[in-house]
């Protein structure tokens, strides 16, 4: 009988109703281009709402830091059609800062000297981020850069990333000439499924490493080129308990 109900509905809404459903995002502008929001809200074409796609949107909409999407549907102006709006806050997408400590050492540097700057790209969501520190001098420094590029509107995002380093022994140990530095570069692909009760993302990459210590006569080098593949995750089982899980894997090259 239940089924045979199911089949008369599904006939008369069929009937009555348009297949299509019009997806309908009001967004005024503010630092954001509108299609960094707007893009990740397909219209949808099936018979009812998928509410796992809206979850889906709204999930990969608000990875961007300085943005914040809220949801909510509207009957439209037709018999079978319905409104999608988004309500989005968003603050300044560009942030920066300097930082002193005196936690360093003496034989390096006893005063540290930081910058940092982090902007994210209101036309299409990219986000840069710069991070530099140094010492008294220099020679004992730091300086990293990475970036995130969306790559479609289904969650994948392209990432480079680099950092170099190096250091200067002084003080009364000078005339043992010690320093060395570190070059690290890497890129990655990202992906996620996101649904109401669980969530993946995988990471696919490659990291290069460069370093070099010692005295001048003498250098210790260590080189090493790897592949990683991980995936992480989240599952909200019939309990409410959250389950974390990670699984990943490493293959390369290690030239000591």
């Not at 009957?75 to 930082?99: N, Q, V, Y």
């Not at 936690?103 to 840069?128: V, W």
């Not at 981020?129 to 969650?155: E, H, I, K, Q």
Request: hydrophobic share 30%; glycine share 8%; charged share 25%.
């Amino acid at each position: 009988f239940m089924d045979s109900l199911k089949k008369r509905l599904s006939k008369k809404y069929s009937e009555h109703f348009s297949k299509e459903i019009l997806n309908e995002s009001r967004i005024r502008t503010g630092y954001y281009d509108d299609n960094v929001i707007k893009g990740y809200f397909k219209p949808q074409t099936k018979s009812v709402l998928n509410e796992t796609d809206l979850e889906k949107s709204l999930h990969i909409a608000n990875q961007t830091n300085k943005i914040n999407t809220e949801i909510w549907l509207q009957r439209g102006k037709k018999k079978g059609f319905a409104d999608i709006h988004l309500r989005t806050r968003e603050s300044l997408p560009i942030k920066c800062g300097m930082d002193f400590n005196n936690f360093g050492s003496e034989f390096i540097s006893k005063n540290r000297y930081g910058f940092y700057m982090d902007l994210e790209e209101p036309g299409i969501g990219s986000i840069f981020s710069f991070r530099g520190v140094t010492g008294d001098n220099f020679m004992n420094s730091l300086y990293s850069f990475s970036a995130s590029v969306p790559l479609n509107n289904y969650g994948t995002r392209f990432s480079v990333n680099a950092l170099s380093s190096q250091y200067a022994v002084g003080k009364n140990l000078v005339a043992l000439n010690l320093d060395g530095n570190t070059n690290i570069v890497g890129a990655e692909f990202t992906h996620g499924f996101y649904s109401k009760k669980s969530n993946k993302v995988f990471h696919l990459g490659f990291t290069r490493k460069y370093s070099e210590n010692g005295a001048t006569d003498f250098k210790l080098k260590d080189e090493v080129d790897v592949f990683h593949l991980n995936m992480n995750g989240d599952y909200l089982d019939a309990s409410r308990r959250k389950w974390i899980y990670s699984l990943g894997g490493i293959y390369g090259n290690v030239e000591p």
